[in-house]
């Protein structure tokens, strides 16, 4: 299973960027999907996080600006961010929980997408 992401890219504060990532490979259903971000010098923190019912979970530093979503059919987690800010900057990694047997999953990670908000 591999984890492409993309939209990254460099920002004016106050502006968006949406970033999206599909998985592809041996999935036979995708369970939570999420964005961590670590910005240089700090520990990789969570962002956003979706279940495959939908359920959202923010950062409460990114409540209100950004916004999670997912297509279950195309195994893809798309996260919306406004009202960018310098603090946002860093590089985001999308996480998946996939299962690729009806009770087996496994966690991957995709190679991070570099998000650089300047003032």
Known sequence: ???QASGGGLVQAGGSLRLSCVASGNIF??????WYRQCP???RELVATITSGGRTNYADSVKGRFTISRDNTRHTVILEMNSLKP???????CNA???YRAKDALDYWGKGTQVTVSS
């Not at 259903?29 to 999420?34: H, K, L």
């Not at 603090?87 to 990694?93: C, K």
């Open 1 to 3: 299973v591999q984890l």
């Open 29 to 34: 259903n995708s369970n939570t999907m999420g």
């Open 41 to 43: 010098g700090k520990q």
């Open 87 to 93: 603090g946002d900057t860093a590089v985001y990694y």
């Open 97 to 99: 929980d996939i299962l």
